[in-house]
DNA sequence: AATGAATGAGGTTTCATTCAT
DNA sequence: GATGAATGAAACCTCATTCAT
């Protein structure tokens, strides 16, 4: 077997217990019974529990900024590249809902590296808001209140009710109108 | 209703190590050691670690759900009722700064049971500001612009960047002006 | 069971399991069963399966320096000195004959750690030697030579030979006559 | 009796490994990236880890042999022969410092069948040195001094503190003087 | 002959919990 | 109520060795 082979079915097992388990409750016997190799197997890919965890992070975040900067260059209305944005956002992250979980609802709770990387996506939206938003004069504020309203329809919305990604947008495009007037 | 002392030593001992490691990684042996008491002790008081840890969240929600009842009954403005309601919380969870991170940053992490009492407490605060909002039309979306709004205020702001409650307010009541209108 | 009832039992339970398996053989599973205690006791007492050996180590080689600092200060003859201090040494060896083995034959294979105090047992002997030949003008020939040779009576002899002690001494005398002339 | 070049690239690589690691900390995983070779072709060629340090320590005692025969045939007086086999054993053990550290420090720890080899080693270079002295009354004690002072600056000048053979050769000739007369 | 991914037994260590005092 | 030594299950991780290619 190749070595990325196993390489995947390991992120592919860990992704999925870590998703049901949460971070602290994965054993990497978990991982590696999910995944059909040995205990030492792991060991060969990451060097610990924490290091698959943090590969599986990166692998999302890298895909939110591919995101992130494509839309910063997009010439759009305001409005349409927030909606857009968002569309697309909420979709990678319906995708890969399970990794969303961990990201969203643990990630910051294992350490400083995982809050740091949590935070440091943060920044790079909220940026992305900002100069969106430059002609305002409370650029931020906007930032603040749009960044807070898309983290709950996301967390609240899709990920504990398991909404359709539809709904969701419908609902982040409503308050939207509100928040930018119509 | 009045507790021991060694029970006081030991929720204060509790508050103060979760605080500083977090839930899993704070060991029994950390909180006794601080307490100053002897291993066996905890269990006097405490089922177990998870036990000791719901304790001191009840004890914080609960004096939450008493502001929330307390502004549902008073008679203000809608954004005079809103931002004194912010107010008075962030105020609450700023002299509770420490455990308010354990609350949001960790306490979904724990377990199913950790994640219901976020959530409901969550929709507590939900249902007070559609209450609210009962004469709008998007109550719904109000609510989650505004809760969203101030999840993130506290989240980054309060907790994270540690800004004075005040700067925290002002930053609120002009994100409120915004969704609000003036 | 008081606390160095235990941490006796499991010392003696170390110095007989070492002796039999040597150190890297050793698990600390074997010892603790040899001592009829949990795992987990032995943690409680000893940080590492390096450290159980370090505490051994010490304890014998502060015994032998309390040996040196007696002869040290012995008023005899030179060759009394070295023959009754030399007794004294092999006699203490042959009690803890099997630490003793250790000692010498699996010490400075661990690490530097342990290689240090070998050395630093050794410097002292040597020193002890020099001091009490401090007339001759050999000083350090003579310490080296006898050091050489009493060593090498202990490791052959005494601990794989199993000669008994008398034997040993009778054997050092025979060469101090040689070495220091009659 | 030539070696393939994998063969010879394993064993030096072992000798550098062993030598910088000593036995029980070496991996062969350490050892076959040394000798740029996959994991698997140690394999080919040594049954095990154990059989690779066997093979080594052969390697170098078969050399010693050689000395020692050498020697028992040469016709010299005692004092020459037994400091001209001294000064060839120096030299030999300079040359290959780091086996001989191995040998020295750790081969007896290893296991029985090592300890064997160190002693049997021994017992060839105490015979050379008895048939030497065959003439004296005390042929044996003056093997065991000579052996021990000679291992004794082996160990503690040679190889410990790096001293040049020469250095060595000039104390061990001193030391014969003492030890035999003048 | 050479490769190197895979194995898995077995090691060290942790720590929530118990219980005799 | 308080103690704290003892427990032992269960976690993480290592690495000598195998074997299909």
Partial sequence: MSQSDTK?????????????????????????????????????????????????VNMVTSQMEDIIEKYRRLDLSQKDKIIRFAEESYNLISDYREIAKILFFQLMCVDEKFK??????????????????KNKKNAEIFADIILGFGKRLLEFD????????????????????????D
Avoid: C, W
């Fill in 8 to 56: 995947v079915k390991l992120i592919d097992a860990a992704v999925k217990v870590f998703s049901e388990k949460g971070y602290f409750n994965t054993r990497v016997s978990d991982i590696v019974k999910e995944a059909g190799v040995a205990q030492g197997t792991f060991y060969i890919y990451f060097k610990s529990k924490e290091d698959a965890f943090l590969f599986i």
């Fill in 116 to 133: 740091e990387i949590y935070v440091e996506t943060n920044n790079k939206i909220k940026t992305f808001y900002i100069e969106t938003f």
């Fill in 158 to 181: 899709l990920l504990m009710d398991d909404k359709p990604v539809k709904h969701v947008i419908d609902k982040f495009t409503s308050g939207i109108q509100i928040i930018l007037g």
